[in-house]
């Protein structure tokens, strides 16, 4: 009973590993170096749900079919997204499955520029004539504060991805940043008691619109959740298992499948 959080991707906007590269990642055996485009999967009950089990998913990236039936996810509650960019919207138009199996449109927030984004990107589902069996979704605005969906609160994490605006979640005890480089004020406020803190590190040089590895764990250090674990990860981070020693206590690189649970 509580908060769940399932990492459906860890990978960055190539995924890893990269098309056509050599690498010592690209080419690992290890099953933990294979990353897909960022995604997670909140998972609600108890106390967190007042109405119920509740399931979410963050972001419909290009993969968002393949982890659907990878983590054999039944039913969907919302949609939410960070932000616009192809590799954490682009495969919305698979919400077709759930809208059929259940019955209904499927409730999506997002910030207002990412809707409009939406109607761009996916015209088609927005027509005012719709084709047969195209996505039905439900857009909310999410460019306030903390909000109640389903019975269960989620609070918005506003960041920075270079100079985009982008949004991180909070459900409960965990709460959930990827593709920033820098927090708002109000986001720091908004992470004190975070039990466990998933956040992004793209790789160890220096980037201009997210986070690397030395920057990631300034921002867990202050923060001090009881446990963190990195995503939005790059195959220029290096191997799995050797980046795993050079962490520190309470630290983790976070892989694709990896269910984190807190009451």
């Not at 890893?16 to 099953?31: E, N, R, Y």
Request: one cysteine or more; proline letters at 6%.
């Amino acid at each position: 009973m509580g908060v769940h959080l399932t990492l459906l991707g860890t990978g960055t906007s190539q995924g890893v590993p990269v098309i056509a590269c050599d690498c010592p990642v690209c080419t690992s055996k290890d099953a933990r170096d294979q990353r897909l485009r960022a995604s997670a999967l909140f998972e609600v009950d108890g106390e967190h749900a007042a109405e119920g089990p509740k399931t979410f998913v963050v972001d419909t990236g290009p993969d968002f079919r393949q982890q659907m039936l990878r983590r054999e996810v039944k039913s969907l509650d919302a949609v939410l997204f960070t932000h616009e960019h192809k590799d954490h919207v682009a495969g919305l138009d698979d919400i077709r499955a759930f809208n059929f199996r259940q019955k209904r449109d499927m409730d999506v927030y997002a910030s207002m520029r990412v809707q409009e984004a939406l109607h761009r990107e996916f015209q088609y589902v927005f027509d005012a004539n719709p084709y047969p069996g195209i996505p039905r979704v439900r857009l909310h605005d999410l460019d306030g504060g903390p909000l109640t969906i389903e019975g269960v609160e989620v609070v918005p994490l506003p960041a920075r991805h270079y100079k985009l605006p982008v949004l991180g979640f909070r459900i409960g005890p965990i709460s959930y940043i990827t593709d920033a480089n820098a927090l708002d004020p109000e986001t720091w406020a908004r992470l004190e008691g975070t039990e466990i803190l998933v956040l992004n590190a793209l790789r160890k040089e220096k980037h201009i619109s997210h986070f690397n590895l030395e920057a990631a764990l300034h921002v867990i250090d202050r923060i001090s959740p009881r446990s963190a674990y990195l995503t939005h990860i790059s195959h220029l981070l290096g191997p799995h298992a050797d980046v795993s020693t050079e962490l520190p206590d309470g630290v983790f690189l976070g892989e694709d499948g990896l269910r984190l649970s807190a009451s």
